[in-house]
């Protein structure tokens, strides 16, 4: 907190207005009604609702087809996050230990950013296409003949490898920003000190990097529960049927395809829990990693 | 060391040929007409059909939606990242100045209030928000897209983090010379937070022009549409047609991929910062 301040009867307020008017319609608002419907068994036709305790969250919970779909999601989620964070952080050790080239590097490397996720899952259903796809054809020479859209291993293969390519830039621009946060005088030290450029990496470059990766690990988490929803959707075409889709993505079914607005409501609160504690583990993260650098 | 180096090129290159080759296949093949593609697969060099497909895809309305053409969805694409990235910044930049500079009551309150829209992802609170917007008459409207993607608290943590380092001194000597909150704001704080402002602004736009869940649900009518919304209307038509036009299919990719990529290339030192300080 700032040791001089204004003081202003109204003004703060009129500042947070526009903020806090929003907050509260668009975000407090829908939550609480999410809460709310989470207790209830709706009628799909709109006439009326009951309360139905937790209920909505036992028959969530117990169901066979959540338990499918919790688990393909802790798959992705496991797959998603080390191979982007894996391929980032070698990406980013080679791009700040080049000199010839790092900037042409940097830029190719970190473009992808921009790419919307349902756009980066229009371009997997182009390559891994059945009858035009190249990584098809690729994988054809292996005997690997890829069904994507019918093979539930093969669908969540593209999806995978799609979200990666998705997510390494991110990565990459975090640990290329705490390589070069670290000292160049750390570095000298451990090179007189050690001559091998692998153990040094392992013994003095990665724990400095270490804040970072554990900061990088919640947002990529999160990438992979949430901001996948555009690659999943699109990679199955809007017809989910037999294929791999994750937790969020069953929100959306099942509300707005489904008409189970009690259900889908239970798993948003579901959810919300899970973003609540990685968001608090986030926070303490971020404390420590000031406190770090 | 030689040998290491050599090494540590062909890694990065293999990384750079896997980052670019999607979207370069992508322009490839956006350069043909359908039936080359159908029948030769994806393409690896240029076509002779550049222009005409671009031409199609932004000037024709009727190819993969009924009523709209590209054009119209660049349009709004734009208006999208544009209004949401100058909304919120605004937004934000009062709600944390208010934050940072007034003592005033319930002032935690207020910062925990907004601090948790953090714990809210729009995709877990779908279906309410989804009914609240379309009681109050927002759906199919400007505003009903932009205005519910504004409020999560990122931006404002950003500037609060970005005043708070800003000296004391300088808001000391401010009133000293007698200005006021308005005058020290507009006259000193916005000035001294140009950089930040910027760096913001291009990772809001991406933000705001990659958004695909909230306009999917939020327009109906095409005349609204976005590129990156209209991506699902591709596919719709794709499912079904007898010969699929990828070649239009990834002409539109292309031009929801040019513009935030641009963006995020021209601005680059801009954009990193603005990525790494506000901790997404």
Sequence with gaps: ?293 | MKKNLIWDHVILLVGVFFMVSPVVLTLMTSTHDAITVYKEGVQFLPGGKFLENYETVLFQAGGFTKEVDGFVMLKNSMILGLGFAIGKIIISMLAAYAIVYFRFPMASLCFWVIFATLLLPLEVRILPSYEIVQQLGMVNTYSGLIVPLIASATGTFFFRQFFLSVPDELLEAARIDGAGPWKFFKDILVPLSQTMIAASFIIMFVFGWNQYLWPTLMTTDESLFTLVRGIKQILQVWVGAQIPAFNEAMALAILAIVPPVLIVVIFQSWFVKGLVESDK
């Design chain 1, 1 to 293: 907190m700032k040791k001089v301040q204004f003081k202003s009867p109204l003004l703060p307020y009129l500042l947070l207005l526009p903020q806090l008017a929003i907050v509260t319609i668009f975000f407090l608002w829908p939550a609480a009604e999410a809460v709310r419907s989470s207790f209830y068994l709706e009628d799909p036709f709109g006439f009326g609702s009951t309360f139905v305790g937790i209920d909505n969250f036992t028959d969530t919970l117990t169901s066979s087809d959540y338990g499918r779909v919790a688990r393909f999601t802790a798959v992705f989620t496991f797959f998603v996050t080390f191979l982007s964070l894996g391929i980032a952080l070698l990406l980013a050790v080679k791009a700040d230990k080049v000199i010839r080239g790092a900037s042409s590097y940097k830029t190719l490397l970190m473009w992808v950013y921009a790419v919307a996720p349902p756009v980066a899952g229009l371009i997997g259903v182009l390559l891994f296409d059945q009858h035009v796809g190249p990584i098809v054809d690729f994988f054809a020479m292996f005997g690997w003949k890829m069904q994507i859209g019918v093979d539930y291993f093969d669908t969540s293969f593209a999806m995978i490898v799609t979200s990666v390519w998705k997510q390494i830039p991110v990565n990459f621009i975090f640990f290329l920003s705490g390589l070069q946060g670290i000292s160049k005088s750390v570095q000298e030290a451990a090179s007189i000190d050690c001559r091998s450029g692998i153990r040094r990496f392992w013994t003095v470059t990665f724990p400095l990097l270490a804040p970072t990766g554990f900061f990088l690990l919640i947002i990529n988490i999160t990438y992979a529960f949430f901001d996948t929803f555009g690659i999943i959707d699109v990679m199955v075409k809007g017809e989910p049927g037999n294929n791999p889709v994750t937790l969020v993505y069953k929100v959306y079914l099942d509300g707005f395809r489904g008409n189970d607005l009690g259900g889908s409501s239970a798993q948003s609160v579901i959810l919300m829990d899970l973003v609540f504690v990685l968001t608090i583990i986030q926070l303490r993260l971020n404390e420590r990693r000031v406190h770090y650098t």
